[in-house]
Every structure is written in C-alpha cells, then in structure tokens.
C-alpha cells in the first residue's frame, strides 16, 4: 500500500497546509504510475510466456447470486489497500476523480 493512501498521512499532509487539490494530484500520480508498472509486468510476463506466474496478480470474483459469471481480474487494490481489491474499471473511476 502506498504511504499516500494511509488515512493519517492524508490528514497529516491536510494539517501542513496542502491542499486536497495537490493531495488528489499526488494520488492520481501514484496510482497511474503503479497501475501502468502492473500492466506492464503482466505484459512483460505474457512476452516470455511466463502465464503461470500472472495469477499472482489477479483475484477470483465469484458469480455471488448466479446472475453473473465467475472470474478472475487483474487486482490492482495492493496500491490503495492491504486487502481491498480494485479491478480496472474501479481504478478508472479512481483515475478520473483524483484528476478533477
């Protein structure tokens, strides 16, 4: 987990005087920048054919209820949390909130 993303650090960043603004700026470079160092590993994993060791990095979504379909995604969670996950679509959201 990144040092930004831990609650007291954010507030202790907030008691110096930087502003939430310049807090979501480093957020959002942080977590672009370790979300685009996981894509590339995974990338450079499928390169040398190494696909077994790419489950490392993902989680396994059940279909809970049976409306939908069981899978695993690329888990990129370890930057924000110790055991929340954070699929693609959620970093994305992520992404676009800290930019505004």
């Not at 979300?35 to 790419?54: N, P, Q, T, V, Y």
């Not at 409306?67 to 679509?89: P, V, Y």
């Amino acid at each position: 987990m990144e040092k930004i993303f831990v609650p007291e650090v954010e507030e202790y960043l907030r008691e110096t005087g930087v502003s939430d603004v310049e807090i979501n700026t480093i957020k959002f470079t942080v977590l672009k920048n370790k979300a685009l160092e996981r894509l590339k590993l995974i990338s450079d994993l499928i390169m040398k054919d190494k696909f077994g060791e790419i489950e490392a990095f993902t989680r396994y979504s059940g279909a809970g209820d049976g409306w939908g379909n069981e899978n695993n995604f690329i888990d990129f969670g370890f930057i924000m949390s110790e055991k929340d996950s954070c699929d693609i679509l959620e970093l994305c959201e992520l992404l676009t909130e800290f930019k505004k």
